[in-house]
Every structure is written in C-alpha cells, then in structure tokens.
C-alpha cells in the first residue's frame, strides 16, 4: 500500500512485559516528526518525559542525538527532529516499531500501525482513541519493580506492604485507566501545534 504524508494511522501501542494490559490507540498524520510522537506518547501514557528515549525500526534508531556524543554511549541516533513517521516507514518498510522510555528501567512499547486512513483537509494532528490500562508510576524499576509493588500491595503480609502502599496508595487499581484525562492531555499537544491562523496585513 502507498501512503503519504496526507494520511492518516491508527497505531496500536503496547507496554510490553507489564500486567494488567496497558494499550494505547491513538490516530497520527503519516507527517508527525518523532519528537513529536514522542511527546504524543508520553501524554497518552502518561510519563513525566525526564528520562532519556529512542524509537527504533530494523537496524535504525531515532532520538535527540547528544552533541557530546556522551549520553548514548558514544553511539549518535538519528535526528527525532528531522524524521516523520511517513520517513520512518519508507527507510525501513516496517509495519511495527519499537519505543523505549528510560533505558534504566527499561519501558520498552511495541507500536504497531493498524490501519492507514485519508486525512480530512482541517486534521493535522494526533487523538487517542482508546486506553486500557494504569500507567505504572515511574522510577519503580522497570516492568519487574512493578509486578514486584503490584504483589506486595495486594498481600498485607509482604515485607515490602508498606513501602508498596507508600509507593501506590491504597486504592491502586492498575485496571482503572483516566481515559478522559488521557484524551486532554493529547488534545493539549494538538492544540499547541494546531497552525495559528495569519494575521490580515
């Protein structure tokens, strides 16, 4: 199928090794940079963005590349800022990409695109669509620091029951997602980037 930047996809994406499910769907322009689907991420999960990321396709991988060269090991990414998605997926011909948020703990997603859509003339930016699922909080210690609070919340016996209701709160349900909180939060970086109008001379 040929796609361009007029168009539109449904993406799936997928916090992987993490219990209960945590989904996203959301429909992006084909012509989002990475940086800004980056920032679309981290608004539909939602992460604070203070940890360092990477998107990456085949043998290809896309951030804000550090000019000292230091903070990816030496290794020089890919310009986020100067890639689309529509770039992406011409240069790798992939159907699914990989998102990973703090190399520490290690949140890696899986992103498939699901459907390819025409864009209306006014759309230009990303919706969520849906969200299933509790973002786990962050610095916890990666998927398995997770599972490990998520055990110890729910057995008031456990050593670590009181650190984990510290951590969660009482009331944790990491089924219960705030899906309309999520939807703003997206709609926010829209309306940002949503061209403003010319001023008459």
Same mark, same amino acid.
């Given at each position: 199928m040929t796609v361009s930047q007029r168009d539109l996809v449904r993406l799936k994406v997928t916090l992987d090794h993490v219990k209960p499910k945590v989904e996203r769907w959301l429909v992006v322009p @084909? *012509?989002?940079? @990475?940086?800004?689907?980056?920032q679309t991420l981290q608004a539909a999960m939602p992460w604070t963005d203070s940890h360092l990321w990477e998107f990456s396709a085949g043998d290809m991988e896309w951030s804000i590349p550090d000019p000292e060269?230091?903070?990816?090991g030496g290794f020089a990414p890919l310009d986020a800022r100067k890639t689309t998605l529509l770039q992406l997926l011409n240069e790798t011909g992939v159907k699914k990409l990989t998102y990973v948020y703090d190399f520490g703990d290690g949140w890696r997603h899986t992103i498939k695109l699901d459907r390819f859509h025409s864009m209306p003339?006014?759309?230009n930016a990303p919706f969520l669509v849906e969200a299933w699922g509790l973002c786990p909080p962050e610095d916890c210690g990666g998927p398995y620091g997770y599972a490990d609070l998520l055990a110890a919340l729910a057995d008031p016996s456990h050593e670590d029951h009181e650190h984990a209701l510290e951590e969660l709160g009482e009331d944790y349900d990491p089924s219960v997602v705030?899906?309309?909180?999520?939807k703003e939060l997206?709609?926010? @970086?829209?309306?940002?980037?949503? &061209? *403003?109008?010319? *001023? &008459?001379?």
């Open positions: @084909l *012509k989002i940079r @990475l940086d800004r689907l980056h060269g230091d903070m990816y003339v006014e759309f705030p899906t309309g909180r999520l997206v709609d926010e @970086l829209a309306e940002q980037w949503r &061209p *403003k109008p010319r *001023k &008459p001379r």
